[in-house]
């Protein structure tokens, strides 16, 4: 049964550091990996979505690798600002099963 | 874009009371859909999965007689919520998954308060 890591669990920055999180999944044999944010009380929003035949996705400040041999992925943000303040979750799937990680909760602070 | 409506966002129901959530893909047909459960501070965990037109596969721990799952079409999944206590108080999600290899997409969640 995949498992899927998340780590720090925590993390607070100043405004403007360059940061990484990291995922890691037990199971490579995957379709997709998703990066998602989520807000307190709120759903969750799509951050970027890695197939399993890429190594990597872009979208703006955002960055997300995945190497699927070692299980995998990490999100790095750049220029932080304290509107990233959030929880960050990765989500491994395949055709049916789909797993996610506890979450990063990131605070930068101004 | 693919859309995703949950509804209702919020509902506050009394103890014993059943609840309704209707989890509706807008502009795609679903083949499977995710019901997950979100204590506060906790991660997203997931409740079921649900593929259109055959029963429900819960998770270890989640007892399909109280989540009940329909999953009717291609566009709508249903979450019940029997006999409510003051302990299934959480926030729920849903996420639609188009046929293929393509992205999740979620609803906005219900936060159900049992009082």
């Known amino acids: 049964k995949q498992e899927v890591t998340q780590i720090p669990a925590a993390l607070s920055v100043p405004e403007g550091e360059n940061l990484v999180l990291n995922c890691s999944f037990t199971d490579s044999a995957i379709y997709n990996l998703q990066w998602f944010r989520q807000d307190p009380g709120k759903g969750l929003t799509s951050l970027l979505l890695i197939q399993s035949s890429q190594r990597e996705q872009t979208s703006g400040r955002l960055n997300a690798s995945l190497d699927k041999s070692s299980g995998r992925s990490t999100l790095y943000i750049a220029a932080s600002q304290p509107g990233d303040s959030a929880t960050y979750l990765c989500a491994v799937w395949n055709n049916n099963d789909m797993r996610f990680g506890a979450g990063t909760r990131l605070t930068v602070k101004p | 874009g693919a859309v995703v409506s949950q509804h209702p966002s919020r509902v506050i129901c009394k103890s014993g009371t059943s609840v309704k959530i209707e989890c509706r893909s807008l502009?795609?047909?679903?083949?499977?859909m995710f019901w997950y459960r979100q204590f506060p501070k906790q991660s997203l965990m997931l409740m079921a999965t649900s593929n259109e037109g055959s029963k429900a596969t819960y998770e270890q721990g989640v007892e399909k007689d109280k989540f009940l799952i329909n999953h009717a079409s291609l566009t709508l999944s249903t979450l019940t919520v029997t006999s409510a206590h003051p302990e299934d108080s959480s926030f729920y999600i849903c996420s639609a998954l188009r046929a293929g290899n393509s992205p999740l997409h979620f609803g906005n969640g219900t936060r159900l308060t049992v009082t």
């Open positions: 502009d795609f047909q679903a083949t499977t």
